[in-house]
C-alpha cells in the first residue's frame, strides 16, 4: 500500500517522503482512514510502529484539509491537543508535528514542566493550532488563563495507560472538562488493559478499535537473553558486556534513580561515556543527556523507567536490564525501544536470584521463555528459581505484580517528582495545585 491511497493532500505526502518512508506501517493504514472520517478511536500498537505518525498525519489533514486551514486565517485558539505521560515525549512528539507539517502554514507549540513558562505563554499568545502538553504543565497554564481551550476539535491521548498508570486521571478529568464535549477524541497506547477501556468509554464517543499487535507482546526483530550474575557482580558484567563494542548505542535500565547515577558513574570512572536521565534531574540535563545519547556523544545511558515509553532513538541495537522492572508490563516498554521500524534489536537482562520471580513474571506475561545463559566468569553462586514460589526484591514497601490489576497497583514510591518534597507541596496547595497527581519518573 502506498500513502497516496490514504487521503491524505500533497504537503503531507512531500514531508512523508522527505522523511524516506516508501509506505505507511499497519497501524498507520489502519487508523489514518479512520481519523480521516471523523471517528473516535482506540488504537493499539506495539512501541515503535510508527504510532505517532498514525495520528499526526490525519489530524493535520483534518486541520488542514487539502494544505489548507480553513477561512486560511492566522492560527488563534489551539484545534489539537496531544497529551503525553512525559516531558520528552511531549518534546519528540512536537518534533514529529513539525516534520509532517512543515509544507502547512501551521503553529504549534509544546508545554511542560522543568522548564520557564514564558516561551511558552509567548507562543501560545501568538497563537497555535496544536498544542502538545503533558497534564501537570497544562493545568499550569490553564490556571493562570494563558489557553483557551474551547476552541479544541481533536484531543489525542498518547501512552494512553501509562496516563492512567502515573496517577494523571485527576489532571485529565480536569482538562476534559474545559475541551468541547463535541470533539474526536484518539487513544493511543502500546497496551490497553481492560481498566482504561472503560474509562476510554466514558468520555470517548462511540470509538472504532484499532488493535494491531496482541497486548504485551515484543516484536520479533528483538533477541532476548538473560545472564544470570550475583547481584553484587552486576556492574562488573554490565562491563564487560559493553566493553565488547565500546562505540555501540547502548540504553540500560536500573531500578531506582539513585542506583542509575551510582551506575553512570561507575561507568564513567571505568572509561566509558555515559550519561544518566531520571526523575530528579532538571528538565535541561535530561534534554542534552537524550540528545547526547542520540546523536553518539554518549554511548551508554542509564536511565529510570521515565526513557520506557515512547521514546524513538533511531536504530538502538541493545538495551540492558542491570535491574529487571517491578512491574512486568515494563519490561515489554523498556525492550520497545530497541529492534524499532523493522530494525534488529539485542535486549540483555542482568537477573540475580532475588529477581527469578521478577524474570518468571515477565515470562508468563509474554508467554515466552526467555534463553538463560551465564557469562563465563560471571555465573552466579545462587541459580535462578523459575517456580511459583520464586524469590522478590524487597524494596521500599513496593508491591509487586502479581495479578491482572497490578496495573494500577504500580508502585511510585522509587519516582517522585523533584520538588516533590513537603516544602514544594506547600507552595503548590498554596497556588492552588492541591489534589494534583502527576508524576515525573
Ligand atoms: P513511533 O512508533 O511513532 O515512535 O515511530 C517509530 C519509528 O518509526 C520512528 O523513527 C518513525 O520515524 C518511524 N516511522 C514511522 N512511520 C514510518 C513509515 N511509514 N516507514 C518507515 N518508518 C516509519
Given at each position: ?222 533477541s532476548h537473553r ?29 531500578r531506582t534513580k ?22 530528579n534531574k532538571s ?159
Open positions: 500500500m502506498n500513502f497516496d491511497t490514504l487521503g491524505l493532500s500533497p504537503a503531507l505526502l512531500r514531508a512523508i517522503s522527505d522523511q524516506g518512508y516508501t509506505e505507511p506501517t499497519p497501524v498507520q493504514a489502519a487508523s489514518i482512514p479512520v481519523v480521516l472520517e471523523g471517528h473516535d478511536l482506540l488504537a493499539s500498537a506495539q512501541t515503535g510502529t510508527g504510532k505517532t505518525a498514525g495520528f499526526t498525519l490525519p489530524v493535520l489533514e483534518r486541520l488542514f484539509p487539502n494544505g489548507k486551514r480553513p477561512g486560511d486565517t492566522r492560527a488563534s485558539r489551539p484545534r489539537a491537543l496531544v497529551l503525553t505521560p512525559t516531558r520528552e515525549l511531549a518534546a519528540q512528539v512536537h518534533a514529529s508535528v513539525r516534520d509532517y507539517g512543515k509544507y502547512l502554514k501551521l503553529s504549534s507549540t509544546s508545554i511542560f514542566g522543568g522548564v520557564g513558562m514564558g516561551n511558552q505563554i509567548q507562543q501560545l499568545r501568538r497563537g497555535v493550532d496544536i498544542v502538545i502538553a503533558t497534564p501537570g504543565r497544562l493545568i499550569d497554564h490553564m490556571q493562570q488563563r494563558n489557553i483557551d481551550l474551547s476552541g479544541i476539535e481533536i484531543l489525542i491521548l498518547d501512552e494512553a495507560d501509562r496516563m492512567l498508570d502515573m496517577g494523571f486521571l485527576p489532571a485529565l478529568k480536569r482538562i476534559l472538562s474545559v475541551v468541547p464535549g463535541k470533539r474526536q477524541t484518539l487513544l493511543f497506547s502500546a497496551t490497553f488493559a481492560p481498566a482504561i477501556k472503560t474509562l476510554a468509554a466514558q468520555f470517548m464517543h462511540d470509538p472504532k478499535e484499532v488493535q494491531i499487535a496482541k497486548a504485551n507482546t515484543v516484536v520479533s526483530t528483538v538473560v545472564h544470570p550474575v550475583d547481584a553484587e557482580r552486576k556492574r562488573d558484567l554490565l562491563l564487560h558486556i559493553l566493553a565488547e563494542d565500546s562505540r555501540r548505542q547502548t540504553l540500560v535500565f536500573a539513585h542506583g542509575s547515577d551510582k551506575l553512570c558513574k561507575h561507568l564513567s570512572n571505568s572509561g566509558l561515556r555515559c550519561a544518566a536521565i531520571h526523575g528538565q535541561n540535563q535530561r534534554t542534552r543527556a537524550l540528545a547526547d545519547f542520540k546523536s553518539g556523544k554518549v554511548n551508554v545511558l542509564v536511565a529510570t523507567d521515565i526513557a520506557a515509553r515512547g521514546l524513538d532513538i533511531e536504530q538502538l541495537p541493545m538495551v540492558i536490564n542491570h535491574d529487571l522492572p517491578m512491574v512486568a508490563e515494563d519490561y515489554v516498554h523498556r525492550i520497545g525501544r530497541t529492534g524499532r521500524a523493522g530494525t534488529e534489536g539485542l535486549a540483555i537482562s542482568l537477573v540475580s536470584h532475588e529477581e527469578s520471580g521478577l524474570l518468571r513474571d515477565i515470562q508468563l506475561l509474554l508467554k515466552q521463555d526467555i534463553e538463560i545463559t551465564a557469562v563465563s566468569g560471571f555465573a552466579p553462586t545462587q541459580p535462578l528459581r523459575m517456580d511459583a514460589g520464586a524469590p522478590r526484591p524487597r524494596q521500599g514497601g513496593q508491591r509487586q505484580n502479581t495479578s491482572k490489576s497490578s496495573r494500577q497497583r504500580r508502585p511510585h514510591t522509587h519516582e517522585r517528582k523533584p520538588g516533590g518534597n513537603t516544602q514544594n507541596a506547600a507552595k503548590r496547595r498554596g497556588r492552588g495545585h492541591g489534589g494534583r497527581a502527576q508524576r515525573n519518573p
